[in-house]
């Protein structure tokens, strides 16, 4: 059993950084590939970014590439991603998400893997 719980939402400006952060429970993070999603209001929930077990390889959506970084920490049990260059449009709920396999994580939808209970990231134009 994994419990993720995100951390690091808020408000700010176009332009403007956040840093989120998803803390695991449990001594078995490091086998898990994470990943974040996102879901904006009146819209299904879509893939952000993803990392292997071991930190090593990562994988972006197109529509974040190049403004995000995703990264963890196994020693300390902790997800984080970095959004710098925010835009209005990515104004949503940010999920951390976490599964066995880094291939398919960028499929996963709820009911399936591991799942935080999210924070709001609200970008203002």
């Known amino acids: 059993q994994v419990q993720l719980v995100e951390s690091g939402g808020g408000l700010v400006q176009a332009g403007g950084s956040l840093r989120l952060s998803c803390a695991s429970s449990?001594?078995?993070?490091?086998?898990?590939?994470m990943g974040w999603f996102r879901q904006a209001p009146g819209k299904e929930r879509e893939f952000v970014a993803a990392?292997?077990?071991?930190?090593?390889?990562?994988y972006y959506a197109d529509s974040v590439k190049g403004r995000f970084a995703i990264s963890r920490d196994n020693a300390k049990n902790t997800l984080s991603l970095q959004m710098n260059s925010l835009k209005p449009e990515d104004t949503a709920v940010y999920y951390c998400?976490?599964?066995?396999?880094?291939?398919?994580?960028?499929?996963?939808?709820?009911?399936?893997?591991?799942w935080g209970q999210g924070t709001q990231v609200t970008v203002s134009s």
């Open positions: 990392i292997s077990r071991s930190g090593s390889s990562t």
């Open positions: 998400a976490a599964d066995r396999v880094f291939n398919t994580i960028v499929i996963l939808i709820p009911g399936k893997g591991y």
């Open positions: 449990g001594r078995t993070f490091s086998s898990y590939a």
